[in-house]
């Protein structure tokens, strides 16, 4: 095939995965998300799928039989057994605004900078051989196709441009956004699409080989018993077979959770933990899919080429050995898909551990570079991301062109699997004990790290000649027990497993032994608590923080307004101060802010950053172990422990507070009660000596004519409504009152409430001539509730709104939006007005109790009193804002669980 076809097919291919993002960027947009879905995110995840498992696994099967299945063994398992593992970590990054595996290390072991830029580190050693291993696969599948050698010449080579393209490619789709927390729906989109793509692609050239080729399984198996190594690839050796399916499917799934990319898919990028649920059935069935045709594709090529033939290029050698040149392009496609699907993603995770870990707060460090920070921070972020995606994906092409010729796909690709399981210990020990310490997960990494570059890299520098074989025969220093492949004497075991269980069992021991061994700062035991307790945590955890310090409000609002604009920073603001009860019109800033405030920093810049920058504004005083016990005192962590020692201790005390309490409130309720009784009964009487006056007119006048009569009768069914409705109520507000009310939890379509209660209080807009006008967020999240209680809340602020709004003028404006974890909806009338005296006294029924010269507005009646305890029993607020003469906002906010 001619090399300017095939490069025109493969930026038509990226052209169309441009277009497939760029139209999912546009549909977020106008609030239609393809990526909240359930499928799409599960298809993410096959992103896992590389190259590697395209070309590689056939590869593999050729030489090593059934052992490539362990690495699709390792996820199927995450997914049906690693379920709480990996919630509790989507949770822990949602929470803490995390974006990385390295600032999820960083955040849990005290925000330490160290921790993050050697992760940071680690990702770079796996991720860039990585992307290498995917530009040799598109560069072989391209010679291949089209019959040219290699080129050593940048301008020449084919895959200088593929890379050019994706630079642009992975620049423009992971840089939109200077919050790493934000989503990357398009790229989801394009890699969900060609996950799609391979796998067809794949199962094509199955089943062409399989049942084209071949009359099916049982054919190709039966050939095969004259190829040599036929049936050893197809048995599970008794000695060593065992340990090495054991060890290296624990190290496909170790590498499953911490792979750069497959955080990026399943942890940042996942929009609701529920999506696992899909994910547990549907991504091991794409497993099953894939490489489902591996087994009878490496034995027929075997059969036809022979066995010294290059078997990880035989999914595409065959249909070129028959003429096939459609599917050969086809299986081109997928593997292109394949391996650009994994440099995209592993790119865009790997750039913002580098932005955030080791150029920001290098940056950050030096005045010079501080104050050109400051003048424009979102834009400074987007170029150092874009220069750290262009220098990723350059130091990938590197390695292809200078080092990876002598390696095949797999040994490049479990040599990465290697190192990235080095975060096991600190992840997992960082989500379940509470002891580990930032020294401990720094030896532990530092460790695993060295034993890996000792038993993987040191062999590949003998390999290539740099370094002598003498340490592979002699051992290190001529110490016998120090050879690469026979760690500790250790003999029976492949390479990959020996380095696994060495570098994990080095880097557990000194995990567990430096953390035992070493103190905690107060900041790591906080960190440590929410971690491990998050799902304790996770609904209020702005009130479990450690901070002591000083910092102005205004600093904190200008540090934030420079990333999220004013408009922005103001509404986010506002919500958490109304949220938490925090007042925000002080000099100095509460706590909780401050953390807060660090908190949606670290979603654009990292942890260390976030900290950095809240530090330059901030007076931060160092805060003893004591003092952090004590504050956790208060966030419920020990409280359980010392209740029943705080009980006896404070017994007589509370007490007599309690009496004292109890008589006031006794007094305080039996006025309140006499004012609530005058009121209802002043407005009882009201409709009865209307009902009474008009019935002894009837009764005492038999001649009135029919349409006066038919008048007095309609005005007293409409003051018998009206008494039922008050008598209705009080009944209904002595039953919150007296805690009768249960609240039904139910899942409910809030969209659905509002339809409702537009269509009930249509008529009475149109009588009035009153317009209504809704902007209401078509992706609300279904929330947990009682609908019938929720409507009856919308129908009383609509007639309210209708009853007064100016008749044949008066615009009622709805709005319902989710902000920051929070369902918000607003009725905007342009009424009156309600001046502010009031407004503190409408949702109260025993409004008199409070000042006898100021009466409640009128026609306001127990309405708004009942809707203000149907939202508390939700967990919400409700309140008004207004301006006489400038109309009326009546507000209510329900957290989204």
């Given at each position: ?17 441009f ?9 977020s ?14 298809l ?18 050729s ?47 005290g ?36 019959k ?65 080729l ?8 039966l ?67 894939i ?21 990880d290029?035989?999914?595409l ?7 096939s040149?459609?599917?050969a ?5 997928g ?35 501080k ?38 796909l ?56 740099v370094i ?24 029976g ?6 380095a ?27 960190q ?25 409000v ?14 922005r ?10 949220r ?11 706590a909780?802010f ?50 029943e ?18 008589n ?56 018998s ?12 507000l ?62 009383n ?101």
């Amino acid at each position: 095939m001619n090399s300017y076809i095939l490069g025109l097919i493969s930026i038509y291919y990226l052209a169309f995965l441009f277009l497939v993002a760029y139209r999912a960027e546009q549909k977020s947009k106008n609030d239609k998300s393809i990526v909240s879905n359930p499928n799409i995110y599960a298809l993410s995840l096959a992103v896992y799928c590389t190259a590697w498992t395209f070309y590689g696994s056939v590869g593999r099967a050729s030489t090593d039989g059934l052992d490539f299945l362990t690495v699709y063994i390792g996820p199927t398992i995450v997914m049906f057994l690693a379920f709480p593992i990996l919630r509790k970590i989507i949770r822990i990054c949602k929470n803490q605004r995390l974006t990385s595996i390295a600032d999820f290390i960083s955040s849990r072991y005290g925000k330490n900078r160290s921790l993050g830029v050697l992760v940071t580190v680690i990702c770079l050693l796996s991720g860039i051989p990585y992307i290498a291993l995917q530009l040799k696969a598109i560069s072989n599948s391209f010679g291949i196709l089209t019959k040219n050698v290699v080129n050593n010449n940048f301008w020449a080579d084919h895959t200088f441009y593929i890379v050019i393209l994706l630079i642009l490619f992975t620049i423009l789709f992971g840089t939109r956004n200077v919050e790493a927390t934000e989503k990357h729906e398009g790229m989801v989109t394009a890699i969900a699409v060609e996950s799609i793509i391979k796998l067809i692609a794949f199962l094509s050239i199955g089943i062409y080989v399989t049942y084209w080729l071949f009359d099916g399984f049982d054919d190709i198996f039966l050939k095969a018993k004259n190829l040599p190594s036929a049936q050893n690839n197809l048995i599970i050796e008794k000695n060593t077979g065992l340990s090495m399916w054991f060890w290296h499917t624990f190290l496909a799934t170790m590498a499953f959770i911490f792979l750069p990319r497959q955080f990026q898919v399943a942890v940042v990028e996942n929009v609701d933990e529920k999506y696992i649920s899909r994910a547990m059935w549907l991504f091991p069935l794409y497993m099953l899919l894939i490489n489902i045709f591996v087994l009878p594709i490496t034995l027929a090529g075997g059969i036809i080429f022979g066995e010294k033939a290059n078997s990880d290029m035989f999914v595409l050698s065959i249909p070129l050995n028959f003429s096939s040149e459609l599917l050969a392009i086809l299986t081109y496609i997928g593997g292109f898909s394949a391996a650009t699907g994994m440099i995209i993603v592993e790119t865009i995770a790997i750039s913002v551990m580098v932005s955030n870990n080791l150029l920001m707060p290098t940056f950050l460090g030096v005045s010079a570079f501080k104050e050109f920070i400051n003048k424009n921070p979102s834009r400074f972020i987007q170029y150092i991301r874009r220069l750290a995606i262009a220098l990723i994906i350059s130091l990938g092409y590197f390695y292809y062109k200078f080092i990876t010729e002598k390696y095949s796909l797999v040994s490049i690709g479990m040599t990465a699997f290697v190192v990235v399981a080095q975060f096991a210990p600190s992840v997992l020990g960082g989500i379940f004990w509470k002891r580990g310490t930032q020294k401990g997960a720094m030896a532990g990494l530092v460790g695993g790290t060295v034993v890996w570059f000792f038993t993987l890299i040191i062999p590949s520098f003998v390999s290539s000649g740099v370094i002598s074989e003498q340490i592979m025969t002699e051992g290190l220093f001529g110490i016998s027990l120090l050879k690469p492949f026979e760690l500790f004497g250790m003999v029976g075991m492949d390479n990959i497993a020996h380095a696994t269980f060495w570098t994990l069992f080095i880097n557990s021991i000194l995990y567990v032994f430096g953390s035992l061994f070493t103190k905690q700062t107060s900041i790591e035991h906080n960190q440590a608590v929410l971690f491990v307790d998050v799902f304790q945590y996770s609904k209020g955890i702005e009130n479990s923080v450690i901070w002591k310090g000083k910092a102005l409000v205004s600093d904190i609002k200008t540090l934030l307004e420079s990333f999220l604009g004013a408009g922005r920073t103001e509404r986010i603001v506002r919500v958490f101060a109304t949220r938490n009860n925090i007042n925000l019109d002080t000099r100095y800033a509460d706590a909780r802010f401050v953390n807060y405030a660090e908190k949606l920093l670290s979603g654009i810049v990292g942890t260390a950053s976030a900290r950095m920058m809240v530090s330059s504004v901030a007076k931060e005083e160092e805060i003893s172990l004591n003092e952090v016990v004590e504050i956790l005192k208060k966030s419920q962590e020990l409280m359980a422990v010392n209740k029943e020692l705080k009980q006896k201790s404070n017994e007589l005390k509370l007490l007599t507070e309690q009496l004292q309490s109890a008589n006031e409130q006794l007094k305080l309720t039996d006025k309140l009660k006499d004012d609530f009784l005058a009121t209802v009964t002043h407005e009882i009487r009201t409709p009865l000596t209307s009902i009474k006056a008009l019935s002894e007119i009837l009764y005492d006048n038999e001649d009135i004519e029919h349409e006066e009569r038919q008048h007095f009768l309609n005005t007293i069914i409409k003051e018998s409504d009206r008494l039922s409705r008050l008598i209705n109520q009080v009944l209904d507000l002595e039953k919150f009152e007296s805690g009768k009310v249960r609240i039904v939890q139910e899942s409910i379509n809030f969209q659905e409430i509002i339809n409702d209660s537009l269509d009930s209080i249509e008529q009475l807009a149109k009588e009035k001539g009153v317009k209504i006008k809704t902007v209401i967020d078509k992706n609300l999240p279904k929330l947990i509730g009682d609908r019938d209680r929720l409507m009856q809340v919308i129908l009383n602020l609509l007639s309210n709104a209708v009853k007064f709004t100016e008749a044949n003028k008066g615009l009622i404006t709805i709005t319902a939006y989710n902000e920051e974890n929070n369902l918000l909806f607003n009725v905007i009338d342009d009424g009156a007005g309600i001046a502010k005296e009031y407004q503190e006294l409408i949702f109260d029924k025993f409004y008199q109790a409070h000042d006898q010269t100021i009466k409640k507005p009128k026609g306001s009646g127990l309405g708004l009193a009942i809707s203000k305890r149907i939202i508390e029993l939700h967990n919400g607020k409700i309140w008004v804002e207004s301006e006489v003469g400038k109309g009326t906002k009546f507000s209510f906010s329900i957290p989204i669980n």
